[in-house]
């Protein structure tokens, strides 16, 4: 018995762990397959037991609210569902009962009230007994109903999700990739819990109801498809749903699991839910689940494969993580050939080895991950230096997992910033040339300074043998570079990375100098206090940039590889003269933002990037929309127009 109570003990702190981790944190340090099977061996040991010890997840629905966000208690426990993978299982938990068959969506599980026919209040799940409030953000989901025809006090819950369509766009605008969402769940968890309403509107969250609380003085004739028909007509979009019997619930399960795999939602399996309310009602609840409810989680697609070997990746955080490399596979209808193994303690619990035979899948049918490695022989070592600077490594603990980093501070992998923000689309604006493939070229080698990315064909080789190249993906990032090397000299000042220094302020500090990069780079700090828009401490840290020698050095690198485009600075019209603008919304005329602001800019005008008393216009195709910016503009007078209306003021 002790020897059970011992493993007990060490499943409660690395599951909560894990836990805290993914929920509070939006970071993963073990794999979902993993997580559910350890989870599952302390349930069955606190069966077989029938002790609970203080701290067990098997007791707990969430973590608790982190945010600066009001606190609010909810009037009855939001809790989370039993689970199974069997069909079989959902059969006979039926019985003789017809039940509610749908999408177990893959979001933020929120609490809605409506009192007098308006919106009153939303709060997320939270830890299930206490939530955030976030009404101001549930005003700018996509579908949400804010009036609706019903007068009496309404409650309801649903999960506040981000389809796979948006969460690409989204990940899409994003430069850096260390800073992409690693899914639609992190990404709509953290848009419906932002401070500021506006950012929540611009990811396109969506609230899908799943169940009915309380609905006063309303009668459901004893039916939760009376109760999401109710809703329905009141203006929510439900979980999609099915009535099921025992004798039909695995053949609807397929069905759903057919669908999955071309959803725009992201699921995570599916709900079964009793029609007949009473009597989902008098089988009550346990301490974290309710009864008249159990959930059924896809079983994850497997293949067995090779593994070829382990890359070590430095990072910019100084953290060294382990990837595995393994023989392509098919799953999920595309083919993997690597996995993130997370951690030093994940690897070891794997006991990964070159050459074993291992069962890779792919969580949430997203993210490729190793399930179990079958022959286990652990025969790949930790490395004792960094494969980037070549330092000596160390192996810290956190909450029992292991994890391997590079103890120098000038490693050049810590540097990834500055490479990424050199090829960003402001600055040389070098395509196709993501954070992942800088990460790769610095840890071979390939680049140690700015100026070696024009100099990279030295490389072709080595680089069309590189995992995710080939000679066609090698052939349009030389084009990219070389369309790059053409720039103005607002791009190059702002690609150095000089604190202070963006896109706005470099190109005022080169029109300020003519656009002479010779006076642009011997400006004094005195000069450019005297620019309008330019302080002290901007000033101070342009002049010293440009007098620390090794800078000069690095920069002269650069030049020597690149022209300036002899255009820069010549104004094609000044019909916007003087003028200041502000951008918001989606463009039907101009590719993106940029496009139409380098437009503005060449006629004369200014773009800000926050509506006051100064802006002359807002551009913005929904003038309805109830984005910030346009409530911003309409309390200070400032005329929101189109694009059209835009055109006709430019021409």
Known sequence: MNDKFDRMRTLIPKLNEAAKAYYDE???????????????????????????????????????????????????????????????????????????????????????????????????????????????????????????????????????????????????????????????RNLSSGSVRQLNSAITASRHVRFYAFGLTRAEGATFRNSADEQMKFLESLGFETAEYRLVTSETVEDEVKRFAERAKDSDLPSDGLALTYDDLAYGASLGRTAKFPKDAIAFKWADEQATTTLIEIEWSASRTGLINPVAVFE??????????????????????????????????????????????????????VPETCPVCGWKTVIKDSGGVRFLCCANENCLARQIKSFTHFVGRNALNIEGISESTLEKFIAKGFVSELADLFRIDRYRDEITETDGFGERSYDNLIAAIDAARLTTKARLLYSLGIPGIGTANAKLICKAFDFDWERIENASADELVAIDGIGEIMADNFANWFANPDNKGKLAHILAQISFDENEGRVEGSSLENLTFVITGSLLHYDNREALKAYIESRGGKVASAVSEKTDYLINNDSDSPSSKNKKAKQLGVKIISEDEFQKLAS
């Not at 993963?28 to 997580?35: A, C, K, R």
């Not at 909810?74 to 017809?98: E, N, Q, V």
């Not at 690597?338 to 969580?363: P, Q, T």
């Open 26 to 184: 939006n970071r993963e340090i073990m794999p979902d397959i993993e997580y559910d099977k350890l989870y599952d061996e302390l349930a069955s040991l606190e069966a077989e037991t029938r002790t609970v010890l203080v701290g067990s997840p098997t007791q707990r629905v969430g973590y608790g609210v982190s945010s600066e966000l009001r606190k609010e208690a909810h009037p009855s426990p939001l809790l989370s569902l039993d689970k199974t993978k069997s069909a079989a299982d959902l059969a006979a938990w039926l019985g003789d009962k017809t039940g509610l068959l749908s999408w177990k969506l893959d979001g933020l599980t929120i609490a809605l009230t409506y009192r007098d026919g308006k919106l009153f209040k939303a709060v997320t799940r939270g830890d299930g007994s206490i939530g955030e409030v976030v009404t101001h953000n549930a005003e700018t989901f996509e579908n949400i109903p804010l009036r609706i025809d019903f007068k009496g006090e309404l409650l309801l819950r649903g999960e506040a999700v981000i389809r796979y369509s948006d969460f690409e766009r989204i990940n899409s605008e994003i430069e850096d990739d260390g800073a992409k969402y690693k899914n639609p």
């Open 328 to 381: 392509p596979v098919e799953i999920e209808g595309s083919t993997i050939r690597r996995a993130s193994v997370h951690n030093v303690s994940i690897m070891e619990e794997l006991a990964l080895g070159e050459g074993d035979e291992i069962r890779v899948y792919k969580a949430n049918m997203i993210i490729p991950q190793i399930a179990e490695n079958l022959t286990r022989s652990g025969n790949i070592p």
